[in-house]
């Protein structure tokens, strides 16, 4: 499961980690907070084009998967399903299926690129819950994710951990801000 890891990425810009590893390599002084604004305000251009790839991605490797076993023509295939998501043309996919070679090797991927999406998802809850908090470093959420979702890994479902760390299910109202979509 990837929330594990992406959850971390969000203490990166954070000024905690900023003042002490992004600095001048000959002054040593701290990143500029401008920089870290323009930073911030650039994560979000592109949002829309960038999660209409995606999902394009993410949806046609489901669709090859519920396909059945009969053969198929890749490239008909794909065209087909992208009309009938009404996927506009001027966007292709950020993955094409030749490009998915790790999702056909083994049941590991199969059909699972979406869980990146998804994963996303649940990061940009968890952190709201560190903002709901004290910040980004309160110690008794650190605590809860950590005994409900870190130390317990895959011996729990990860829906279940989730909704034990949040005390609901995941609100994917959170990505939509995270990704600049609503306030």
Do not use: C
Not at 54 to 73: E, Q, R, T, Y
């Amino acid at each position: 499961m990837e929330f594990p890891s992406q959850i971390n990425e969000h203490f990166f810009l954070t000024p905690e980690i900023l003042n002490t590893y992004a600095v001048h390599y000959k002054t040593g002084k701290p990143i500029p907070q401008a920089l870290v604004d323009r930073i911030k305000k650039a994560a979000k251009f592109n949002e829309g084009f960038q999660t209409m790839e995606f999902l394009a991605s993410a949806v046609i490797d489901m669709k090859f998967h519920l396909a059945g076993a009969g053969p198929i023509d890749p490239a008909k295939f794909e065209k087909e399903e992208l009309a009938r998501l009404g996927m506009p043309e001027e966007i292709v996919m950020r993955h094409r299926p030749t490009q998915f070679n790790h999702i056909f090797s083994s049941d590991g991927y199969s059909a699972g690129y979406y869980a990146y999406l998804w994963a996303d998802a649940l990061t940009a809850d968890a952190w709201e819950a560190f903002l709901e908090g004290k910040g980004p470093w309160d110690p008794a959420v650190a605590a809860r994710l950590k005994a409900t979702v870190l130390s317990v890994g895959n011996t729990v479902d990860p829906s279940d951990a989730f909704r034990n760390f949040r005390g609901r299910d995941v609100n994917t109202d959170a990505l939509m801000r995270k990704r600049g979509f609503m306030k």
